[in-house]
């Protein structure tokens, strides 16, 4: 397989695991949970949820023939008016990571390198890429914060839990040398 090819395979698998982080941290909360803030500074994350879908919808709907940030988005709106139930939450969720994974599975290797534009800034499509591979992350990770200091108890953790990792390390190091993706053992744990 070429290195594009690989590079987009491995984007998938990432943003896989992240999507997947993201909802086993909102299916841990009670419907009203979503919708608490700490402060009038911070962001539910019913908000977060919907700036990131706004975000998904705006940079991949014709992601290589319009601007990313579209004349139909208004990015402020998405911190304001939550959507009301969980349901509605995780539509707007789902909505904008099929946007995303639509327009990635689309992308051919060779246009990896062609130019597009966010805000009238031309950079390859790669970094436009890369670029989210930073931002979604980051708000999956507000989300997984969140949703943890509002659960308070009974946390089933996303990650190697506390004083797991010798544990954790032992079966990793009892296994015979691999190459594989790191998402592909991470995702059949979180899917147990």
Request: contains cysteine; proline residues 3%.
């Amino acid at each position: 397989m070429e290195t594009n090819q690989l590079y987009l395979e491995s984007v998938k698998k990432q943003m896989h695991y992240y999507k997947t982080i993201g909802e086993k941290a909102i299916n841990q909360l009670e419907p009203e949970q979503l919708f608490i803030t700490s402060n009038d500074d911070s962001n539910s994350i019913s908000t977060i949820v919907k700036h990131l879908s706004g975000n998904m919808l705006s940079r991949w709907t014709d992601f290589l023939t319009t601007d990313g940030e579209k004349e139909w988005r208004n990015r402020d709106l998405e911190f304001e008016n939550e959507p009301q139930t969980k349901e509605k939450v995780l539509a707007i969720w789902n909505t904008g990571w099929d946007c995303f994974f639509k327009a990635i599975d689309s992308l051919l290797p060779e246009q990896l390198l062609q130019i597009i534009y966010i805000r009238n800034e031309g950079q390859t499509a790669m970094d436009a890429i890369n670029r989210q591979l930073a931002h979604y992350p980051y708000h999956v990770g507000q989300i997984v914060f969140y949703a943890k200091q509002l659960k308070n108890t009974n946390w089933d953790s996303l990650s190697i839990p506390k004083n797991n990792s010798k544990e954790y390390n032992s079966e990793k190091f009892a296994q015979e040398k691999s190459i594989k993706h790191f998402t592909d053992a991470e995702l059949k744990r979180l899917n147990k």
